[in-house]
């Protein structure tokens, strides 16, 4: 997840500085549209509000935003009278009221990432705590807004949903970024080449099966299909290196099935380390860098550890 910039000031001194100066299943929708927006939460709009509970200066949008900009004169600002007038509306609502005849889901980060809230068509609602104060993006949605994501056993999902367990919350995380940042905590990046294609192949096909087939849901109801630590695969923003890009790029296009359908790879450090091995299903870390260190491919490291299974290039 990109990291977030502190404001330099608060919403009170903010809010002060406005009254001195007078101041899947995704779809991308058109994109807002400036000449709309006049400060009133017209029918079709999506509008956020400056105060929660649907209170202080609204801002109305007639479509998806991926960044409402941090500065006036550029930024998407507060038009509507009353507290937070003029302010820039990027990590400043608190409520929103969704008059569109669409669900709106509002972002954590700017492009539609990290962290969301959907608000159905007709919804006022306060921002949770994660976003209030805290958003940078808006998008309509058409068609599902529940736990899938898209692709298929033949056709690789564009996201994947994580867990963030410390964290508490679910990041939408687009799926070659999280092979890319999980493969470096998994396998040891100074393994040789071939190791490391086999194991950017586990790694994306493990993920790859639980975005198609996950139902998982966190306490607090929110779909998720994998976690960020070792009860799925370690996942740590920021962590991808160029010798596992490397490797993930080289397999990117070839996918592993068993069955006609994309195969739930596991994977230990040894043989023996962990419980419930079965033979045919499970892949040695550390027997992938000795067959590679032996001379074997990617391939023929992958069939000697998964029995049954099918490469296929794209």
């Known amino acids: 997840?990109?990291?977030?910039?502190?404001?330099?000031?608060?919403?009170?001194?903010?809010?002060?500085?406005?009254?001195?100066?007078?101041?899947?299943i995704l779809a991308t929708a058109s994109p807002a549209s400036a000449a709309a927006r006049d400060g009133v939460c017209d029918s079709g709009e999506f509008c956020y509000y400056y105060n929660s509970d649907n209170a202080g200066s609204l801002s109305d949008f007639t479509g998806s935003l991926s960044d409402y900009g941090t500065e006036q004169?550029?930024?998407?600002?507060?038009?509507?009278?009353?507290?937070?007038?003029?302010?820039?509306?990027?990590?400043e609502a608190a409520s929103v009221w969704n008059r569109s005849g669409q669900t709106v889901r509002v972002?954590?980060?700017?492009?539609?990432?990290?962290?969301?809230?959907d608000f159905a068509a007709g919804a006022k609602g306060n921002l949770n705590s994660t976003l209030k104060n805290q958003n940078a993006s808006h998008q309509f949605i058409t068609g599902s807004t529940g736990c899938k994501t898209d692709g298929s056993d033949t056709r690789l999902p564009t996201s994947i949903l994580v867990y963030r367990v410390s964290?508490?919350?679910?990041?939408r995380v687009a799926f070659k970024t999280y092979v890319q940042n999980v493969l470096p905590n998994e396998w040891v990046p100074s393994w040789p080449a071939e190791s490391l294609k086999a194991g950017a192949m586990a790694?994306?096909?493990f993920g790859w099966y639980w975005a198609l087939t996950s139902t998982r849901k966190t306490s607090g109801g929110q779909c998720y299909d994998v976690?960020?630590?070792?009860?799925?695969?370690?996942?740590?923003?920021?962590?991808?290196?160029?010798?596992?890009?490397?490797?993930i790029d080289a397999t990117w296009n070839?996918?592993?099935t068993r069955g006609g359908s994309i195969l739930e790879a596991h994977y230990c450090s040894t043989t023996t380390a962990c419980g419930g091995w079965v033979t045919g299903d499970w892949m040695s870390q550390y027997g992938s860098r000795d067959k590679a260190n032996a001379g074997s491919g990617y391939a023929a490291i992958l069939k000697?550890?998964?029995?049954?299974?099918?490469?296929t290039s794209s």
């Open 254 to 256: 070839t996918r592993m």
């Open 203 to 205: 790694v994306k096909s």
């Open 227 to 247: 976690t960020d630590t070792t009860s799925s695969q370690v996942y740590r923003p920021g962590t991808a290196t160029t010798a596992t890009n490397s490797a």
């Open 304 to 311: 000697s550890y998964y029995s049954g299974i099918v490469l």
């Open 73 to 91: 004169p550029s930024c998407y600002d507060f038009k509507g009278a009353g507290a937070g007038k003029g302010l820039c509306v990027k990590n």
């Open 167 to 171: 964290l508490n919350r679910v990041d």
């Open 107 to 117: 972002y954590y980060n700017s492009g539609y990432a990290g962290s969301y809230q």
């Open 1 to 24: 997840m990109s990291r977030r910039i502190a404001r330099p000031i608060s919403r009170f001194l903010a809010a002060a500085a406005a009254t001195v100066l007078g101041g899947t």
